[in-house]
């Protein structure tokens, strides 16, 4: 039972890694020091279980605006100029979501370490959950790094979502950003020559976009030696269950024969006892049966044959002189000769 749960755990594991190809990965912020997200230095974050700051004012700022305002409770941010974050995926579309704010400013795009578009993510207010920068033309099989470089400003980074879609073939060879902002405030876009997904649908109706992001999150499955290890152990905890079933069911099997071996030997201790027992058959197990002993025959004692052959004789010339009677005279004749033979037999024991 135990080996075919480890092999039912082992399809589905297999069944989600290949579903993984067509299906949209998150990567949150708080996944730094990953294989998925690098930051350098100069990065604060704020998440309810754990704080990396450098300037204490913006956490406490942070935390009183609400962390749940942003995906997954957390958030991160930089003033350093030139500080970085490096999303390692492989996919052929990637979405990358922050916050756009007064104090943001230009930020530079690098897809495969060449610099592709430079991003005013400036905002009279702030804005949570904003789109900063989008692409949907990379080649799906092939793994690519996307680096976000901060220019003069704050730079914010809350998630990005990383999926495959088909591109069309009047696409650019070059990745486009969606939603630029201008220094003057006034947002222009340039529309994509794909098709609308279902999820950019959703968002263009004014839905929240972290909301819409998890509508298409596939459990991340990635093969490690926990995995390799669980698998081991779970097919050595099969073997030593099954040999213990063997075990066990050996030992009840010897239990067993050794009840019935017990029984047969004391049955004819037991069978000696009944009178009229026949001495010529053996027992279960070979041993010869003995006769009962005087006590135990009670009133049927065994004698050996007379020494004296007078009263077969007897018999044998009553039978001759009888031989030519009658057959009713014959068999009354019989029947006396009988009892006058158990009469002299009864006789003869007393005299012993």
């Known amino acids: 039972m135990t080996v075919l749960k480890s092999l039912c755990c082992l399809f589905a594991f297999t069944s ?26 100069g990065w604060n974050m704020a998440r309810p279980t754990q704080i990396e700051m450098l300037n204490e004012t913006e956490v406490e700022r942070m ?5 749940q305002n942003f995906f997954n409770s957390s958030i991160s941010w930089t003033r350093t100029e030139r500080a970085w974050n490096i999303i390692t995926f492989r996919g052929s579309t990637i979405e990358i979501f ?23 993510a400036y905002s ?11 692409t949907a033309d990379l080649e799906a099989e092939t793994t690519h790094s996307l680096r976000l470089i901060n220019g003069n400003g704050l730079m914010y980074f809350d998630y990005a979502v990383v999926g495959n879609q088909p591109v069309s073939s009047t696409t650019s060879s070059k990745p486009s950003p969606t939603g630029l902002i201008v220094a003057s405030g006034v947002e222009t876009s340039r529309k994509s020559t794909t098709s609308v997904t279902p999820g950019e649908a959703m968002m263009n109706m004014g839905l929240d976009p972290a909301k819409v992001a998890l509508l298409a999150v596939t459990p991340h499955f990635e093969w490690n030696w926990r995995v390799y290890f669980t698998i081991a152990f779970t097919a050595f905890m099969a073997i030593v269950a099954i040999i213990l079933i063997l ?8 239990m067993k024969s050794r009840i019935s071996r017990s029984f047969f030997n004391s049955a004819p201790v037991a069978v000696q006892k009944i009178k009229g027992f026949k001495p010529n058959r053996k027992s279960a197990l070979g041993k ?14 065994r004698r050996p044959l007379q020494s004296d052959p007078s009263p077969m004789r007897a018999r044998s010339a ?7 009677m009658p057959r009713a005279a014959r068999q009354i004749t019989l029947a006396e000769a009988l009892k006058e033979e158990r009469s002299a037999g009864s006789h003869t024991g007393q005299a012993l």
């Open 16 to 41: 989600l890694f290949s579903a993984r190809a067509n299906a949209a990965v998150i990567v949150d912020d708080s996944q730094w020091n990953t294989d998925a997200l690098q930051l350098s230095d």
């Open 63 to 67: 935390q009183e605006f609400g962390l």
């Open 98 to 120: 922050g916050v756009r704010s007064p104090e943001s400013g230009l930020l530079t795009v690098e897809i495969d370490e060449e610099e592709v578009v430079s991003i005013n």
């Open 124 to 134: 009279d207010r702030f804005i949570t959950n904003s789109t900063i920068f989008k």
């Open 247 to 254: 075990m066990q069911y050996r030992k009840d099997q010897k």
């Open 288 to 301: 010869p049966r003995t006769y009962p002993t005087d006590l135990e025959a009670g009133d049927i004692v």
């Open 318 to 324: 009553s039978l001759d002189s009888i031989s030519g």
